[in-house]
């Protein structure tokens, strides 16, 4: 009979224990849940950024898309009939450059003075002394 309220009272601490135990696992698990939840919702919202940045690339490329499309539609064949036209009107300019320059050398010397008088006599300048 002795033994008896020794084993209750060894039977109580291992349930203590156990309780203690049971306890402190039940608070990890609830910690765990929350720091998982937590985490799933960090996730969530991760992916929701990836996704709209993804539907930002797209549009992106989309739009590149676009314009290389309209840079193979130039027609290339018109290239060169546009170099032809700058070829001839580069000639053009340089006809009159040099119908100017000849122009100019066949002219009496006015002395640099690009003022002439009625009678088309270039000014005396006399030089102070």
Same mark, same amino acid.
């Given at each position: ?11 109580g ?10 306890? %402190?696992? !039940? ?10 939840k ?5 996730? *969530? /919202? =991760? ?39 700058? %070829?001839? !009107? ?11 320059a000849?122009?100019?050398?066949? *002219? /009496? =010397? ?20």
């Amino acid at each position: 009979m002795e033994q008896l309220p020794t084993l209750l009272s060894v039977t109580g601490y291992i349930i203590g224990v156990a309780g203690a135990v049971t306890i %402190i696992f !039940s608070r990890t698990k609830t910690e765990n849940l929350k720091d998982l939840k937590e985490r799933v919702d960090i996730l *969530e /919202k =991760d992916r929701e950024h990836g996704r709209a940045q993804h539907l930002e690339n797209q549009k992106a490329i989309s739009n590149l898309e676009g314009q290389i499309e309209a840079y193979k539609e130039v027609p290339l064949k018109f290239i060169p009939r546009a170099l032809e036209q700058l %070829i001839v !009107s580069n000639n053009e300019i340089l006809a009159t450059l040099q119908k100017s320059a000849s122009r100019l050398s066949t *002219e /009496k =010397d006015d002395g640099g003075l690009l003022v002439k008088t009625k009678q088309s006599k270039p000014l005396d300048v006399k030089e102070k002394k």
